[in-house]
């Protein structure tokens, strides 16, 4: 509140709650810390899972950093943006959310004691920035091992299964690499790889087992023909890809028609049935024998299409219609006037079969697929979504490798090689920001004491052990393996992971911590909603 001449000048409004300075950086560090606390046991293979019930009574249960994250309903504004660089996380690389989030913590709880030292958050912060910076050039330049995606099949299939280590589908993580690596040489391009996941469609259905699950060399539409009497199998389809309602449109409004003469009516219905049948007519004509249409088709059309031999499937979403022109080429028609046969699509086979009680339509054998389709099979609901999850982020470590490709050591190695070359980084410097990267340098140390911990083993010796070797050069893969339960080559072990994954870890963790340092002010509005002032954290957080 200003002064002028002794009154009070307010600048906000009434029941506006301020915290200032050292407060509102604590209230956010707190929040931050409390996030990584939820988090921190389930990173790693011995990671625990949650169970998280939604407000209508729902379950899921995961260890999966960003779903816990996005279910957790977080309301204090610094926590809000630890879930948002989780989500960042999520979305670039698919992976690596559960460390970000807990590399960010502990730098801010580092940041805290040294901040209770007496050095000003600035220095910190520009300390941290500096680190984080220097940190992603010594991995890309210095750590990182160049691989060839396109030879590598083998480390493909092993940076695949470091990633399902921390999941819940143990006994199938070979299968899924498999699969995940199969699935994404189907759809790979030359850049922009981790764009093409969204062209693996993932369809679940309830079966025995997850070994049962297949990828189709084209797409899986969960729709059946509009009419029964259709064929059931058609081989090496024409397939017109169609956005045009095959409907009479129906007024708006409601209309009378009067007709006063007998034949009138029949020319009416005459004229009605030639503009249905005309869909039909026309796709004959240019040797169409299955439509795929994203709007609707009347039952007298699906007669006519019929009875032309022609198999036809109705409100089919765009994006599905996109995909399966991707599988089967040809265009999308919005009026099947301008329709020719250069526009009509292939492949070897179109099929409908029944699989847990539904129907689904098969197009598959296509020449060369840019988006293809993946049956998921497993045995309950829950373990469908899991598996899903897992399939996706095991997708989305082989795209990013196919975009950066080069991997580092997991279980901590890659966190303890940057801390130690950080640390002689640091001796060289002088002041303050000596002392900011060193902090940063240890804090990166989390990783492989939490892997530990969580894994019952003791952290203070598995660290001892990683720093002696670490110290040491030509050991930059040396990390935990929690199988083997001791500090091991995990290059030779096969724990692995892309670069990009890292990169991207300490990018956000480095961006929150630097991003909360630097605010000394909190203003919230009262209408603002969402629970009061931190200090009050949301209930499940602490
Ligand atoms: N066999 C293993 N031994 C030790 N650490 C492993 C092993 N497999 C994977 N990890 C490590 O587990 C961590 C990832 O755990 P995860 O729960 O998936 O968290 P995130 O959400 O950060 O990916 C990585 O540091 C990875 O290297
Ligand atoms: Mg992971």
Same mark, same amino acid.
């Given at each position: 509140m200003a002064q002028l001449g002794g009154t009070p000048i307010l600048i906000l409004r009434e029941g506006t709650e301020q915290s200032k300075g050292r407060d509102a950086r604590d209230r956010n560090i707190m929040a931050i810390q409390a996030v990584s606390e939820?988090?921190?046991?389930?990173?790693?293979? $011995?990671?625990?899972?949650?169970?998280?019930?939604?407000?209508?009574?729902?379950?899921?249960?995961?260890?999966?950093?960003?779903?816990?994250?996005?279910?957790?309903?977080?309301?204090? /504004?610094?926590?809000?943006?630890?879930?948002?660089?989780?989500?960042?996380?999520?979305?670039?690389?698919?992976?690596?959310?559960?460390?970000?989030?807990?590399?960010?913590?502990?730098?801010?709880?580092?940041?805290?004691?040294?901040?209770?030292?007496?050095?000003?958050?600035?220095?910190?912060?520009?300390?941290?920035?500096?680190?984080?910076?220097?940190?992603?050039?010594? %991995?890309?330049?210095?750590?990182a091992e160049k691989i060839d995606p396109n030879t590598d099949t083998d480390t493909l299939k092993k940076i695949a299964v470091t990633t399902m280590n921390s999941k819940g589908i143990s006994g199938n993580k070979v299968f899924f690499s498999d699969l995940a690596v199969k699935a994404f040489s189907k759809v790979r391009q030359e850049k922009d790889n981790m764009g093409q996941v969204s062209n693996i469609v993932i369809v679940k259905k309830k079966g025995k087992s997850i070994q049962e699950s297949q990828i189709v060399n084209g797409i899986i539409l969960e729709k059946e023909?509009?009419?029964?009497?259709?064929?059931?199998?058609?081989?090496?389809?024409?397939?017109? %890809?169609?956005?045009?309602?095959?409907?009479?449109?129906k007024t708006e409004f409601s209309s009378d028609l009067r007709i006063s003469d007998p034949n009138d009516i029949q020319a009416f219905l005459d004229q009605e049935d030639s503009i249905l049948k005309h869909f039909a007519e026309k796709l004959q004509e240019i040797g169409a024998n299955v439509v795929v249409n994203q709007k609707g088709i009347d039952d007298a059309v699906s007669h006519y299409l019929n009875q032309n031999g022609i198999l036809a499937i109705k409100s089919v979403t765009k994006s599905d219609l996109e995909k399966l022109r991707k599988a089967v080429g040809g265009h999308i028609?919005?009026?099947?006037?301008? %329709?020719?046969?250069?526009?009509?699509?292939t492949c070897e086979l179109v099929e409908f079969k029944k699989i847990a009680g539904d129907d689904l339509?098969?197009?598959?054998?296509?020449?060369? /697929?840019?988006?293809?389709?993946?049956?998921?099979r497993a045995g309950v609901n829950q373990g469908l979504d899991e598996a899903q999850r897992t399939l996706h982020d095991a997708l989305c470590v082989i795209a990013s490798i196919y975009d950066r490709s080069a991997i580092v050591g997991g279980g901590g190695a890659v966190e303890m090689e940057l801390s130690q070359r950080l640390l002689n980084l640091a001796s060289k410097q002088s002041g303050k920001e000596q002392i900011a990267i060193e902090t940063y340098a240890r804090a990166l140390e989390i990783i492989p004491i939490t892997l530990a911990e969580n894994a019952g083993l003791?952290?203070?010796?598995?660290?001892?052990?990683? $720093?002696?070797?670490?110290?040491?050069?030509?050991?930059?893969?040396?990390?935990?393996?929690?199988?083997?339960?001791?500090?091991?080559?995990?290059?030779?072990?096969?724990?692995?992971?892309?670069?990009?994954?890292?990169?991207?870890?300490?990018?956000?963790?480095?961006? %929150?911590?630097?991003?909360?340092l630097r605010i000394d002010d909190m203003i919230k509005s009262k209408s603002g909603g969402g629970g009061g002032m931190p200090g009050g954290m949301p209930p499940g957080m602490m």
């Open positions: 939820a988090v921190k046991s389930t990173l790693g293979p $011995r990671g625990l899972d949650k169970m998280l019930v939604d407000s209508l009574g729902d379950i899921t249960v995961t260890n999966d950093g960003a779903t816990i994250l996005d279910n957790l309903d977080v309301q204090h /504004p610094g926590a809000k943006m630890a879930v948002a660089i989780s989500k960042t996380q999520d979305s670039l690389v698919g992976d690596g959310t559960t460390s970000s989030v807990i590399i960010a913590g502990q730098l801010l709880t580092v940041a805290s004691e040294l901040m209770h030292q007496g050095i000003h958050p600035t220095v910190i912060s520009r300390g941290f920035n500096l680190a984080g910076k220097h940190a992603r050039a010594i %991995l890309k330049n210095e750590i023909a509009t009419h029964q009497m259709m064929p059931k199998v058609v081989h090496n389809p024409k397939i017109a %890809l169609v956005s045009q309602s095959f409907e009479i449109k028609n919005e009026n099947i006037d301008g %329709l020719t046969a250069a526009d009509l699509g339509c098969f197009f598959s054998g296509c020449a060369d /697929p840019k988006a293809v389709s993946v049956l998921l003791d952290p203070i010796d598995i660290i001892a052990e990683l $720093r002696g070797a670490h110290a040491k050069p030509g050991n930059e893969f040396m990390g935990l393996d929690i199988y083997q339960g001791k500090v091991v080559d995990n290059r030779k072990a096969g724990i692995i992971e892309p670069i990009a994954n890292i990169d991207q870890i300490l990018k956000s963790s480095t961006e %929150l911590a630097v991003m909360i």
